[in-house]
């Protein structure tokens, strides 16, 4: 496939403009701010631009071009809804004033009580990009809320063996120690383990529920009980409220601190980095540390952005956030209503236990029991047919289906980790197991066709190292 510069034709364009019908302006500026040479720009027609965004498109794998059972990823399908109504809101800029946008800060103000609700939260901010943004927040709050309380012995923050890689990484960056919790037989936290090393030392422990294994942590309430006892901080990664949304709630639990994936629970485009969104939503106690602005309103039924928040963590992002995936999941949240939200779990739980079930004869389940919206498969067993769980990923995308998570989490050798989510259908699902299946058969009849995947994609296998480290953005 060509570049877009390299099907540029001298004095070609996409767009014409007026005759000037206004009087000519001239600005003096700068020397050294004025442009020495003209830009590299691709002189091409709008069909030309048209073609090239579509090809593009098409060499992609989406939601929208075939399933993508991605584990703690949640990419389900996104309504084209959500999206018209993000575009109803394309000419706001953040430097308005308040006066010119309150339908704005009234669906961030609605959408900040809907999270609330949903997590059972007192308070929430929208402004974390991302996840991992959203735990960081979590952790400068945990750090603003022992300094302002004494506890000057706190420095450590707990976490299982089974968590997401950016919460010991989050935990860190905010100046804590990382201390792992080893997990038990049965995929959970390890109780007595667990109170090994929970002491006054401690100031948080960050836990994922369901977990990265898609089993629901049992325990929790105890758990709670032990952290609070030692006026520790319960934090939730909510990556997984895709499998408990309106059944119950991380505040119900004894957490304190909660941070969301909008982009994912809450339906919207994301992957390779964006957009995304981790609203935090915390504890009365907590309120005060949560980074300012938050939208409020006040007497006269007027919006606001109310910087009054004295013992703030800070400002953790340039204006007020990913505004556009708020709006898609604004959108997303009433057009589910309290019994489609609950619904949407119920069917992604579902979905990923029929999945369990159909493939459980012929392949490894690690935790084989009922889970939540994922489960994981330990591909050890592949060796002795000469692959490994990477090869038959990359089979996978010569079938239009986009590989699952691998090697993740840690304890589980050879991991794969499929989530179907709520929005396939049984047909779908059923593909899915046909196909499966079909792999596995190639790897005991003929593994070199998985050795050599893909062979159907645009790009056959990279060398996933360089890949990340050396970019090369041509076709």
Known sequence: MKLIFEKSKEGRTAFSLPKLDVPEVKIELENELLRKEEPNLPQVNELEVVRHYNELERKNHSVDSGFYPLGSCTMKYNPMLNEEMANLFNNIHPYLDEEQVQGALELMYNLQKYLGEITGMDAVTLQPAAGAHGELTGMLIVRKYIEDNGYTNKTKVILPDSAHGTNPASAKMAGFDVVEVKSGSDGRVDLEEFKKVMDDSVAAIMLTNPNTLGLFEKDILEIARLAHEHNALLYYDGANLNAIMGKVRPGDMGFDIVHLNLH???????????????????????????????????????????????????????????FSVMVRAYTYILMMGKEGLKFASEMAVLNANYLRKKLEKEFDIAYDEICKHEFVID???????????????????????????????LIVHEAMMIEPTETESKEELDRFVEVMHKILEEAKTDPEILKGAPRNTPVRRLNETIANKQLKLRG
């Open 264 to 322: 994912k629970t809450f339906s919207t485009p994301h992957g390779m980095g964006g957009p995304g969104s981790g609203p935090v939503g915390v504890k009365e106690k907590l309120k005060d540390y949560l980074p300012k602005p938050i939208v409020d309103i006040n007497e006269d039924g007027k919006y606001f952005f109310n910087y009054d928040i004295p013992k703030s963590c800070g400002r953790l992002r340039t204006f007020y956030g990913n």
């Open 379 to 409: 591909g050890s067993f592949l060796k002795e047919y000469g692959v490994k769980t990477l090869d038959f990923a990359k089979r996978l995308l010569d079938y239009g289906i986009h590989p699952p998570t691998i090697y993740f989490p």
